[in-house]
């Protein structure tokens, strides 16, 4: 299993945090510092580098960790009512019949993610 530090955009949750894109439900994952964190469907979206993660668009609070299995993407699910369908059809290597979109530069997704600091609000 590779492992690499990766950046994630998150929500604060009191002394937790939550998925920047939390409105979908029930796929948001929730993350503590130095506890791992495995989501239910699909995988985690992260960025590879500081510079990318500061240059996206989502707002939110930065945080620094390790991700397991770390995959370059280009594309990534545009609708959230596809959004099963999307990783199925990922998963099986079939080619994708819903609706994508281009992946913010420098995103990668990970199987699982544990959060190790805090690099800013």
Not at 8 to 27: E, M, Q, Y
Not at 38 to 54: Q, Y
């Amino acid at each position: 299993m590779k492992s690499e530090e990766v950046y994630k955009i998150v929500l604060s949750k009191g002394d937790a945090f939550t998925s920047a894109d939390s409105f979908r439900l029930p796929f948001v994952v929730d993350y503590r510092l130095n506890k791992k964190s495995v989501p239910v469907t699909g995988k985690i979206f992260c960025f590879d580098t500081i510079e990318h993660a500061k240059a996206s668009i989502i707002p939110g609070t930065l945080l620094v960790g390790i991700g397991t299995n770390p995959t370059r993407v280009r594309l990534i699910c545009g609708c959230f009512a596809q959004f099963k369908k999307f990783w199925k059809q990922k998963k099986a290597k079939k080619k994708i019949t819903t609706i994508f979109m281009r992946a913010l530069k420098g995103t990668v997704l990970v199987d699982s993610f544990t959060p190790t600091q805090i690099l800013g609000r």
